[in-house]
C-alpha cells in the first residue's frame, strides 16, 4: 500500500510520521515535484520515497530509516535505451539510512540480487585503500537511481541529479567528469561528496585520494545491460 501518490501536480508533505507502507511517498510526474518537510518514515517494503520520472523534488530536515530497498529510489523515464523523462531530488538535513545486505524480499522482487552481490565484491577492493561500506555485515542503501528499462536497456540511460545534504549533484547530466570517466573506463567508477573521479580495475582503486576524506561514496557501474548509481555510506575500517 502506499500512503501518497502525486501524479503530474506539485505535492508538499509536512510533518508527517509514517510506517510499514509498500511506499510512503511515490512522485509520478514530468513537470511537477513532490517537497516532503519535517517528516519520518520507517520499515517500509520498498522505499520511503519513489521518485519517477519526476525532478526537482526535495526532502527536507527528514529521518527515513529501516527499509528493504534504497531509503529513496530515483527513477528516471526511459524507451529503447534512451531517457524520455529525468527524475532528481535534493536532500538537506536529513537522514537517511537503509542497511541491507541484498537478502530481503525487496531485492528478489525487483530482480536486483545482483547489485548486492557486486557491492560485496566492490567492498573488498575498498577494503585495499582502509575504507569500507559494510556496517555488521551491511550497506547503508541511501540512494539508487535507474532507469526504467532497468536490466534491459542497451544503453545507459542514468542522468538523475541526487544532491545530499548540500553534496555535489555527482549523478548530474551536467558533471560531466564522473560520468564520463564511467563511460570511457566501462569499470566501476566513485565519487564522493567532495567531488574527483576514482575507478578499479577489479584489482586495485585509482586515485584513491578522492575518497581519503568522504563519508558518502557515490557508485556508478553496470548491472546486466544498464547502468546504476548509488550513495552509500563510507567509513574508515
Known sequence: MILLKSMHAKTIVENNISKSFLISWYAESSNYALEINNTKTYDCFNSAA??????????????FKRFGGPAVLVLS?????AVTDYAG??????????YVNGTEAWFSAMKANSI????????????????????NGKINLMYLAMDSDYLVSKEACLFVDISHNGALNLFSSYNNEFYNS??????????????????TDGKKIYNESVLANSKLLYILYKVKNTTVGLVLELRDI
Open 77 to 81: 523515464s526511459a524507451e529503447n535505451g
Open 50 to 63: 519513489f521518485l519517477y520520472k519526476s525532478s526537482s523534488n526535495k526532502i527536507n530536515n527528514c529521518e
Open 89 to 98: 531530488v535534493e536532500t538537506k538535513n536529513s537522514v537517511l539510512e537503509s
Open 182 to 199: 564511467y563511460s570511457s573506463t566501462k569499470a566501476p567508477t566513485f565519487s564522493s561528496e567532495n567531488g574527483g573521479v576514482a575507478f
Open 116 to 135: 548486492a552481490t557486486q557491492l560485496v565484491s566492490l567492498d573488498n577492493i575498498l577494503r585495499t585503500i582502509g575504507k569500507t561500506m559494510l556496517i
